[in-house]
């Protein structure tokens, strides 16, 4: 039987899922799996072996691709995983490969959706440009003339980390003012907390116990003045973060992912606007920002399957 499909893995906090596809995108099967059930990840890897060998697909597995937090591309592990119960360094591409008998790739979340991204997605066209995981915080993969940058250590492209208001707001890092803190669907809900205007009495926003960044866009969108300035003010410091980035890789475009991304085109154009205004002069109309075209299909299997086509095929 002809080995043409990966098997890509999203490792996440909650949930794991995985999935097979073929080099195109196309995907065949895809289940999502508790992660806490499984007090080690043997048993994880176990129980996804199975089930992939029940619906008959094992014999055409070409290799595996793993999206994880903290993942280790160089060394295939996981380490020190904040919000996985498995604690230390954990051997996963290792623990794949031997119950599997493939080659397993394991990279970060964010670096799997940049690659994700240039085999399958809106970075099809690219050869340098910088993947914006907008979700409970913000990753970064940076692609440059078609490969991903790893760094020494495999750990480039923590752009969520970069520091951008000094002595900002604490970060999961244990230190402040990481971008993170402000562009992401936690940053924008915090921004409800900490920023008040004169239109903040007003909104609907401050009536609700437990607002969600989703409900921001929705009442911008309908005329909700604080709202709005939330917004602005998540769009200018992620425009103006990205200004600050192009003078790394010079990229052809940043590419949106995530529920924020997703909210309207009026987000990306405010955050271009943004990005716009503070770039050097030499980086000037020569960037897009685009949204994911991983949206809306099975983008945590694709971006971790994807790193299967991008080396072994
Ligand atoms: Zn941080």
């Given at each position: 039987m002809k080995r043409n499909l990966a098997l890509g893995v999203d490792i996440g906090g909650t949930n794991s899922v995985f999935g097979l596809c073929d080099e195109h995108g196309t995907v065949y099967y895809e289940e999502s799996i508790s992660?806490?059930?499984?007090?080690?990840p043997e048993d994880l890897v176990d129980s996804i072996y199975q089930r992939v060998k029940s619906v008959g697909h094992l014999p055409k597995v070409k290799g595996i691709g793993i999206g994880a937090p903290n993942g280790n591309y160089f060394s295939g592990t996981i380490e020190?995983?904040?919000?996985?119960d498995w604690t230390g360094i954990i051997p996963l591409a290792r623990l794949f490969e031997y119950r599997f008998k493939v080659k397993a790739i394991l990279t970060n979340d964010a670096n799997a959706a940049a690659i994700g991204e240039l085999i399958y997605?809106?970075?099809?066209?690219?050869k340098d440009f910088v993947t914006i995981t907008l979700g409970t915080g913000l990753g970064s993969g940076v692609i440059t003339s078609s490969k991903l940058v790893y760094g020494h250590d495999g750990f480039?492209?923590?752009?969520?980390?970069?520091?951008?208001?000094?002595?900002g707001r604490k970060c999961g890092c244990g230190r402040?003012?990481?971008?993170e803190t402000y562009a992401s669907a936690t940053g924008v809900v915090r921004s409800i907390i900490e920023l008040k205007s004169k239109n903040s009495e007003s909104s609907e926003l401050i009536k609700m116990t437990n607002p969600q960044a989703s409900q921001v866009f929705e009442l911008a969108e309908e005329g909700d003045m604080f709202a709005s300035e939330i917004i602005e003010y998540t769009a200018k410091i992620l425009g103006e973060s990205l200004a600050d980035f192009a003078c790394f890789s010079s990229p052809k475009a940043f590419i949106l992912f995530g529920g924020i991304a997703q909210s309207g085109p009026n987000f990306a154009k405010k955050v271009k606007g943004y990005m716009e205004d503070a770039l050097l002069h030499i980086y000037k109309d020569k960037i897009e920002i685009r949204i994911s075209e991983l949206h809306d299909k099975n983008a945590a299997v694709l971006g971790a399957s994807s790193l299967v086509w991008n080396e072994l095929s």
């Open positions: 992660t806490k059930d499984y007090a080690i020190f995983a904040p919000n996985l997605g809106a970075g099809r066209d690219l480039a492209g923590e752009f969520g980390h970069i520091r951008v208001i000094p002595n402040k003012g990481c971008l």
